[in-house]
């Protein structure tokens, strides 16, 4: 399709923002997704799954809505990753999540065999890809992920202690 309509010469074309498919790109996607769980009232942690620079998945948490546990966005990315490419190996797969992959999620990834994990916010308290426990990288599993961390970490960051601090403050206001 040709861009004439929209461009009327090349200076028009040279003034269009050049858009980077990098972590950061893939990382403002999960934000989105993010964003979305924080209207819905949940947790506010999104992930996306990129294979071969292609978005297959987007998933955001939906701990209260499903009342289920394990619906954290990472494991609600790996099964809808597992379908769009009707395959439980996902292999070339890399999932960006806003926070640190949990115990389960960290888990998850192991035994889906995704090649990477980028994340936002890192989680010394309860992180499995390195911040509390290094499942990601235990030599004893049967497959090692490779983890880039920090990547829009003050944004991951921002959106999760906004969400608390309002849970917070309506607690207050019930009292
Ligand atoms: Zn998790």
Known sequence: MSLDFIFNDEEDIDDF???KF???YYM?????????AESNGEVPIGAVAVKEGRIIARAYNQVEMLKDATAHAEILAITQAEAAIENWRLEGVTIYVTKE???MCAGAMVNCRVDRVVFGLPDPRSGGAGGALDITGFPGMLHQVEVTGGVLEAESREIIQRFFKNVRESRKNEK
């Open 101 to 103: 992959p949990c115990a």
């Open 17 to 19: 923002p050049v858009i």
């Open 22 to 24: 990098d972590d950061e």
């Open 28 to 36: 403002r996607m999960a934000l989105r997704q993010a964003e979305i």
